[in-house]
């Protein structure tokens, strides 16, 4: 991997005599936080006690003066973007002091290289996915300070995310960049999934003409600190982003510290981009990121590699961190005096500032107007932030889901009097055929996951059968609709969810798999901090549409601890998140259907043992068949007791009625069918139609999915109730491999037999 030789060491340290020099010069930008915390307002008085100057910034090597490499506007334009970044840090300390603010984190030491950034790409044409960090990146893309101050007390005219996530949590649909959350490193994977839309879109003819918001020569840019390159998704992105030669611009802004742990102890060596040199097709640079014109050039070349389309770019700057983590840290209990004047010493703002003057591209008294100016700006953009409103309560539960695109409404309801045709499918059958009819109808559908493909080396394909998923419910997708929009990923279940939230965004239709349900865990951070979220964190700025397909349950032999699990309620309780849970072939193609057109992310849970079950068998429905979220379906009529049930139990709860039957018992059946939203006037009608009520499913006992419904049917319709709510579920404990026992932890026939007779005689 070629790495840049020809860095400029513009960082010299000065002899004792250049720093007497230098601290007569009038220094209006406070460096460490103790001092900042004594400010009363902005502006500062004019005649500040004097401080020791850090190292000026060297001429460049080569005699490659500045004023031939980018234009003096230029220069005092970055900085005074530098210095309005470090102004608006400083204010917001103050306001946090003043408690008119409710939590501070800076981007204070990291100014350069952002500002760099900002000036070699694109708002709106290039897509942006920052860090916290990152406030001297947003404002020279065109955030201004008043939307950044708006974030910071918390207004609902905030257009980061509308009073609803911290400051510094950026977020602008205009300038491309996309709403940021706190766990770190998620980004990194959306950040690959927003290059590889473009990737995609570039392959697939019927996109290019359809989509116009893609540019051949786009970048994604995408941030990170030090601490977050020990993150599993940091590696995972990187991966994706070499391997498929994507034009990502990771920027590793290393201040050296995570919080309190220094680099060397969360990297072995302390140097990340000594252990990534070997990444194919990266193009490796390193820079003093507190150098701005050493950090634009290098940025220049890291973007001109990724516009060219020769693959991921990776900027390794030194920064520094003059403040504290965050006002919530104080840094001087891990950080001895030695170590933070050195900071100091470096401070970009101060550095450029007296460059600028040394080089004679402007005088004392013109940088003097410019700070002034800033500071102004800064203070009238305070005032008008805080007298703006923070959001209505009322709104709180605004934007969980689409409020455009309602899955449970009639429009999605095509099932009544449908027409079927053709031999019966399976489950299987069916979920195949609603993928191909769907994806002929929208291009923006790509399907991916673990083994979904025919087969990877599309050369084969004619050699070999095909693959087409473990459980072949993506059999000769591939083959129909091509490797561009059906594709095998890495075993990596956080690259998928957080590379299809990254295609979402850009207004792809990723459908994915978890091969297993027993391995959704390494993708949870994903489902629950940003799929489901993402919406509501950005006040309906931003979505992510995307359906994850999960095989899920027991019931097969020899599925054992890891391939049987049914812990659906980790997952229902997620705002924001769709959970669906089809127990036959056609509600399994209508279901999927409206999961796909809806606006909203979509848990898909599909029974392994129900897949190929000749019960629950249908012909084909027409492509337009739909059945809609939170609809319940009775599937046995009943007079003196209902069973509330989905996915497997669904059939045990119909062989227990008929064998009740003979005992004269009378049971109604109920088919959830959608665990979130559940259908609560079909549970009603039931309870008050029989009066005594059984829950039965797959989940454990304890916390189960049925303890909800259990609890609200006691709270709601207790007048209704002849007999406590009862409950038949799996045991409090794992599904193990030998059958015998098995068959004891989970809910059989006989459990839910039991549970009628004895609810029956109550």
Same mark, same amino acid.
């Given at each position: 991997?070629?790495?840049?030789?020809?860095? %400029?060491?513009?960082?010299?340290?000065?002899?004792?005599?250049?720093?007497?020099?230098?601290?007569?010069?009038?220094?209006?930008?406070?460096?460490?936080?103790?001092?900042?915390?004594?400010?009363?307002?902005?502006?500062?008085?004019?005649?500040?006690?004097?401080?020791?100057?850090?190292?000026?910034?060297?001429?460049?090597?080569?005699?490659?003066?500045?004023?031939?490499?980018?234009?003096?506007k230029l220069l005092l334009e970055m900085y005074r973007t530098m210095y309005l970044s470090r102004r608006m840090d400083d204010k917001e300390i103050q306001l946090k002091g003043q408690n008119k603010i409710f939590f501070q984190i800076s981007g204070a030491g990291h100014e350069a290289v952002l500002v760099a950034a900002g000036v070699v790409l694109k708002p709106g044409y290039d897509w942006f996915?920052?860090?916290?960090?990152?406030?001297?990146?947003?404002?020279?893309?065109?955030?201004?300070?008043?939307?950044?101050?708006?974030?910071?007390?918390?207004? $609902?005219?905030?257009?980061?995310?509308?009073?609803?996530?911290?400051?510094?949590?950026?977020?602008?649909?205009?300038?491309?960049?996309?709403?940021?959350?706190?766990?770190?490193?998620?980004?990194?994977?959306?950040?690959?999934?927003?290059?590889?839309?473009?990737?995609?879109?570039?392959?697939?003819?019927?996109?290019?003409?359809?989509?116009?918001?893609?540019?051949?020569?786009?970048?994604?840019?995408?941030?990170?600190?030090?601490?977050?390159?020990?993150?599993?998704?940091?590696?995972?992105?990187?991966?994706?982003?070499?391997?498929?030669?994507?034009?990502? %611009?990771?920027?590793?802004?290393?201040?050296?510290?995570?919080?309190?742990?220094?680099?060397?102890?969360?990297?072995?060596?302390?140097?990340?981009?000594?252990?990534?040199?070997?990444?194919?097709?990266? =193009?490796?640079?390193?820079?003093?990121?507190?150098?701005?014109?050493?950090?634009?050039?290098?940025?220049?070349?890291?973007?001109?590699?990724?516009?060219?389309?020769?693959?991921?770019?990776?900027?390794?700057?030194?920064?520094?961190?003059?403040?504290?983590?965050?006002?919530?840290?104080?840094?001087?209990?891990?950080?001895?005096? $030695?170590?933070?004047?050195?900071?100091?010493?470096?401070?970009?703002?101060?550095?450029?500032?007296?460059?600028?003057?040394?080089?004679?591209?402007?005088?004392?008294?013109?940088?003097?107007?410019?700070?002034?100016?800033?500071?102004?700006?800064?203070?009238?953009?305070?005032?008008?932030?805080?007298?703006?409103?923070?959001?209505?309560?009322?709104?709180?539960t605004d934007y969980v889901f689409s409020p455009d695109v309602d899955p449970t409404s009639k429009e999605f309801d095509t099932e009544a009097g449908a027409e079927l045709s053709g031999n019966a499918g399976t489950m299987v059958d069916l979920i195949n055929r609603c993928l191909q009819t769907e994806m002929a109808r929208d291009p923006r559908i790509v399907v991916f996951g673990e083994d979904v493909?025919?087969?990877?080396?599309?050369?084969?394909?004619?050699?070999?059968?095909?693959?087409?998923?473990?459980?072949?419910?993506?059999?000769?997708?591939?083959?129909?609709?091509?490797?561009?929009?059906?594709f095998n990923s890495p075993l990596a279940e956080a690259n998928i969810v957080g590379r299809a939230i990254g295609m979402a965004t850009r207004g792809l239709k990723p459908v994915v798999e978890i091969q297993f349900f027993d391995y959704i865990w390494p993708a949870m951070h994903q489902i629950r901090n940003e799929l489901a979220l993402l919406r509501w964190r950005s006040g309906n700025e931003w979505?992510?549409?995307?359906?994850?397909?999960?095989?899920?349950?027991? =019931?097969?032999?020899?599925?054992?601890? =890891?391939?049987?699990?049914?812990?659906?309620?980790?997952?229902?309780?997620?705002?924001?998140?769709?959970?669906?849970?089809?127990?036959?072939?056609?509600?399994?193609?209508?279901?999927?259907?409206?999961?796909?057109?809806?606006?909203?992310?979509?848990?898909?849970?599909?029974?392994?043992?129900?897949?190929?079950?000749?019960?629950?068998?249908?012909?084909?429905?027409?492509?337009?068949?739909?059945?809609?979220?939170?609809?319940?379906?009775?599937?046995?009529?009943?007079?003196?007791?209902?069973?509330?049930?989905?996915?497997?139990?669904?059939?045990?709860?119909?062989?227990?009625?008929?064998?009740? $039957?003979?005992?004269?018992?009378?049971?109604?059946?109920?088919?959830?069918?959608?665990?979130?939203? =559940?259908?609560?006037?079909?549970?009603?009608?039931?309870?008050?139609?029989?009066?005594?009520?059984?829950?039965? !499913?797959?989940?454990?006992?304890?916390?189960?999915?049925?303890? $909800?419904?259990?609890?609200?049917?006691?709270?709601?319709?207790?007048?209704?109730?002849?007999?406590?709510?009862?409950?038949?579920?799996?045991?409090?404990?794992?599904?193990?491999?030998?059958?015998?026992?098995?068959?004891?932890?989970?809910?059989?026939?006989?459990?839910?037999?039991?549970?009628?007779?004895?609810? !029956?005689?109550?």
């Open positions: 991997m070629k790495t840049d030789t020809k860095v %400029l060491k513009l960082v010299k340290r000065p002899s004792a005599a250049e720093r007497s020099a230098e601290a007569a010069r009038t220094d209006d930008v406070e460096s460490s936080k103790a001092q900042v915390d004594r400010l009363q307002e902005i502006p500062q008085p004019t005649t500040p006690r004097p401080k020791p100057r850090p190292a000026p910034l060297a001429k460049p090597a080569m005699q490659m003066q500045a004023q031939s490499q980018v234009e003096t996915y920052p860090y916290y960090r990152d406030r001297a990146l947003c404002l020279q893309l065109g955030m201004t300070p008043y939307e950044q101050l708006l974030a910071a007390v918390g207004a $609902e005219e905030d257009p980061n995310s509308h009073g609803r996530q911290m400051p510094s949590h950026w977020g602008n649909k205009k300038l491309n960049i996309v709403s940021q959350s706190s766990p770190t490193g998620t980004q990194l994977l959306q950040a690959v999934g927003s290059a590889e839309a473009s990737y995609r879109v570039n392959l697939i003819r019927e996109l290019k003409q359809r989509i116009k918001s893609f540019h051949d020569d786009e970048v994604t840019y995408v941030s990170l600190g030090d601490g977050t390159s020990s993150e599993g998704e940091f590696w995972e992105a990187l991966n994706t982003a070499c391997n498929l030669k994507l034009p990502v %611009l990771f920027l590793l802004e290393d201040n050296g510290y995570a919080i309190s742990v220094p680099v060397e102890v969360q990297t072995a060596g302390g140097d990340v981009s000594k252990l990534i040199e070997n990444f194919p097709n990266l =193009y490796l640079q390193r820079c003093d990121g507190t150098d701005p014109i050493e950090s634009l050039q290098t940025m220049r070349r890291a973007a001109a590699y990724c516009r060219n389309r020769k693959g991921p770019a990776f900027v390794h700057a030194k920064v520094i961190r003059p403040y504290s983590h965050s006002l919530s840290d104080d840094e001087r209990l891990y950080r001895p005096d $030695e170590e933070r004047v050195g900071d100091a010493e470096r401070d970009p703002v101060k550095r450029f500032g007296a460059y600028l003057i040394d080089e004679g591209l402007i005088g004392q008294a013109e940088l003097q107007q410019i700070k002034d100016e800033v500071d102004r700006e800064v203070l009238e953009a305070a005032d008008r932030a805080l007298s703006k409103p923070q959001p209505a309560p009322a709104t709180a493909a025919d087969c990877s080396r599309e050369e084969n394909l004619g050699k070999v059968k095909g693959k087409g998923g473990v459980f072949k419910v993506t059999a000769n997708l591939q083959r129909k609709f091509g490797g561009a929009r059906v979505k992510a549409p995307v359906v994850i397909r999960v095989p899920v349950g027991g =019931y097969l032999k020899g599925g054992a601890v =890891y391939h049987s699990q049914s812990g659906v309620s980790t997952f229902t309780q997620i705002p924001g998140l769709r959970v669906i849970y089809p127990s036959n072939a056609l509600d399994a193609n209508g279901l999927l259907r409206t999961a796909i057109r809806c606006d909203d992310p979509v848990l898909f849970l599909e029974h392994k043992h129900l897949y190929r079950q000749a019960y629950n068998k249908s012909q084909y429905p027409p492509d337009d068949f739909m059945v809609p979220f939170g609809k319940a379906k009775v599937v046995r009529e009943g007079t003196d007791l209902s069973i509330i049930t989905y996915g497997a139990l669904v059939q045990r709860s119909m062989v227990a009625a008929r064998q009740a $039957e003979q005992e004269s018992i009378s049971v109604e059946i109920i088919d959830l069918r959608s665990l979130a939203p =559940y259908d609560w006037n079909g549970i009603a009608a039931t309870v008050k139609k029989t009066n005594r009520v059984i829950v039965a !499913h797959e989940d454990s006992l304890s916390f189960g999915y049925g303890a $909800e419904i259990a609890a609200r049917i006691s709270a709601d319709l207790f007048e209704y109730l002849d007999a406590p709510v009862r409950r038949v579920c799996a045991l409090d404990t794992f599904v193990a491999y030998a059958p015998q026992l098995e068959d004891v932890i989970l809910p059989q026939v006989a459990d839910v037999a039991k549970a009628i007779a004895e609810l !029956h005689s109550y």
